[in-house]
């Protein structure tokens, strides 16, 4: 793998351009490395993974997200990506529904459970690294696995064995970043929130009862397993679990089948569709299985080196914002370095003033005890929750608190200005 040797020297005429090695080839990756060569500065994605990892559930846009796409001049992309998810069922365990919120797609208000931007993370990776392959170095099957710094440069040392200098590294390499353990001072406690549930998801083959409304079912136990259908041919099955053990924790770092195994053995009895999902889970290749956390830390750089998406702040996927996060996250930060290319230390403590008021309020919009309310243990209980949310559609509580709400998830922050991300 080749690298140039040693930063560029800063021009009197303008701005320097910048030399940026970003670790993590994911949405904030991207987004990031997009914003930074807009701005003129020289990028390069390192990605662990041997291709492109255009793969990934359904994600969905809102608020501040929707307009850092915009900003980025890429929303009519991913508007021609979009999965047709109309709203969001409530069934019981014969498939009837009970009570149905559907998207709000009146252009004014708060999204709601179904945003109006579905997209399958696949395809708004796609579209970002599209955006960025003509101006952007990309090398796929190469991790970083080490750096040093000083004042002048930061070096980083690759998988394959070579090394090259830069003027910053940033950590984009997601929820577990290996970045973030070597930014971190020694002793920091553990960076991760647990709010007490686990989620699993693959796909399987659709059938002709699977439709474009999201199906969420809840079991007894705390068991909750949502099927919503992105294509003609797929339809994707989540299994959530509130459980607090060890062995729920550990699980999610065993090997597959040991995970499959421990999703079947929780929900073998929750009734609903649980076989045909089970039957699918043997032989999907898209199964995915994660503690639900936040990433909560103080710390987002260190001299050279600086965090960005979930590695910096995980909202987790009960926010409604992980992605936007990111996306308003790499936004931020392109526009602060670009700012101030010529003062780092400057531009990356703006970053953390400006981003963290919006970090913390979609953070702290995750609230336990509202999501155990959704996840009941009980027979009683799901149905109390479904007799109240039933009525609430029925009055059409949802519909008119989304559109008459004056924000979105995210608060009343803006977007910042950045004109400096012009191209040059």
């Keep these: 793998m080749a690298h140039a040797a040693e930063p560029a020297a800063e021009s009197p005429a303008q701005p320097p351009s910048l030399k940026v090695l970003i670790c993590g080839g994911g949405v904030a990756g991207?987004?990031?490395?997009?914003?930074?060569?807009?701005?003129?500065h020289r990028v390069t994605v390192v990605e662990r993974f041997?291709?492109?990892?255009?793969?990934?559930?359904?994600?969905?846009?809102?608020?501040?997200?929707?307009?850092?796409?915009?900003?980025?001049?890429?929303?009519?992309a991913v508007r021609s990506r979009l999965v047709d998810e109309a709203g969001v069922a409530f069934v019981n365990a014969r498939g009837k529904q009970r009570a149905t919120i559907m998207a709000n797609t009146s252009g004014r208000g708060r999204q709601?459970?179904?945003?109006?931007?579905?997209?399958?993370?696949?395809?708004?990776?796609r579209i970002l690294h599209d955006a960025t392959k003509g101006d952007v170095d990309h090398v796929f099957g190469v991790s970083v696995d080490g750096f040093e710094q000083d004042e002048e440069r930061v070096v980083a040392h690759f998988s394959?064995?070579?090394s090259g200098a830069f003027d910053l590294l940033v950590g984009a390499d997601g929820q577990g970043s290996r970045i973030r353990r070597a930014v971190l001072p020694p002793g920091t406690p553990d960076p991760y929130w647990r709010v007490g549930i686990h989620m699993a998801y693959w796909f399987?083959?659709?059938?002709a009862s699977d439709t474009n409304i999201r199906d969420t079912y809840n079991a007894p136990g705390g068991r909750m397993i949502m099927r919503r259908s992105h294509n003609p041919a797929e339809?994707?099955?989540y299994f959530a679990l509130r459980e607090e053990s060890e062995d729920a924790s550990a699980v999610h770092r065993e090997p597959v089948e040991r995970q499959k195994r421990f999703w079947a053995d929780r929900f073998r009895d929750a009734g609903w569709q649980t076989e045909r999902f089970l039957k699918g889970m043997e032989t999907t290749d898209s199964f995915y299985s994660?503690?639900?956390?936040?990433?909560?830390?103080?710390?987002?750089?260190?001299?050279?080196v600086v965090l960005v998406g979930d590695a910096a702040h995980c909202a987790s996927p009960y926010s409604g914002m992980g992605v936007s996060g990111g996306l308003v996250g790499a936004y931020v930060l392109a526009g602060e370095i670009s700012r101030h290319?010529?003062?780092l230390p400057r531009a990356l403590a703006n970053y953390d003033t400006t981003l963290r008021p919006f970090v913390d309020e979609i953070q702290a919009a995750v609230k336990p005890h509202l999501l155990r309310l959704g996840m009941p243990m009980s027979k009683p209980a799901i149905d109390a929750f479904h007799s109240v949310t039933a009525l609430a559609c029925f009055l059409r509580v949802p519909d008119l608190v989304a559109r008459y709400a004056k924000e979105d998830r995210g608060g009343d922050w803006r977007l910042p200005d950045y004109p400096d991300l012009r191209a040059r």
């Design 204 to 207: 399987v083959p659709r059938i």
């Design 160 to 162: 394959d064995g070579s």
């Design 30 to 40: 991207q987004a990031l490395a997009h914003r930074l060569a807009r701005g003129g």
């Design 290 to 304: 994660q503690e639900v956390v936040q990433v909560r830390t103080d710390t987002w750089s260190k001299g050279r």
């Design 112 to 125: 709601t459970l179904t945003s109006e931007y579905e997209i399958m993370r696949g395809d708004l990776v």
């Design 50 to 76: 041997p291709a492109l990892r255009a793969t990934g559930a359904q994600v969905d846009l809102r608020g501040q997200g929707i307009d850092a796409v915009r900003r980025m001049g890429l929303l009519d």
């Design 341 to 343: 290319a010529g003062d």
């Design 235 to 237: 339809t994707q099955v």
